[in-house]
């Protein structure tokens, strides 16, 4: 399997909450990826988020982080933390939040579930005005 886009962390709970402070400070939006490397769809979806065309776009406006689900047996406080149930409906799962935590988009927290038919266009389209609302108004 190639490079994990998933970091092998058991517990991502401190890395979101240091995201989020930092992301608070700098002006800026959390984009959280819940997914596995056992998802195609999460694959695709990590790997539009390093393509240039979205890196671009998002440059001084959003962090990423990205939470290895494992086999939903992983940062299941998180998806509890987020509301999203006892279980993801399915990955990934993707969460736009503004420096308080709260989550911008819950009515398409898994509109990526087919990410491998779509392409970093298409996701940066999504992305943008998502990350506009997490960020607030500009002063």
Known sequence: MPESRFPDIANAEPLLDAALK????AG???????GADWCPDARAFAGFLDADELQAALAGRARVLRVDIGRHDRNQNLVRRFGLGRRLEGVPA???????????????VYRWRTARSADPGMVADWLSPLVDTAKGPRA
């Not at 930092?22 to 400070?25: F, G, I, K, R, T």
């Open 22 to 25: 930092d992301a608070a400070e």
């Open 94 to 108: 993707v969460l736009v939040l503004d420096a308080g935590g709260g989550v911008v988009n819950p009515a398409d």
């Open 28 to 34: 800026e939006a959390v984009i959280l990826v819940l």
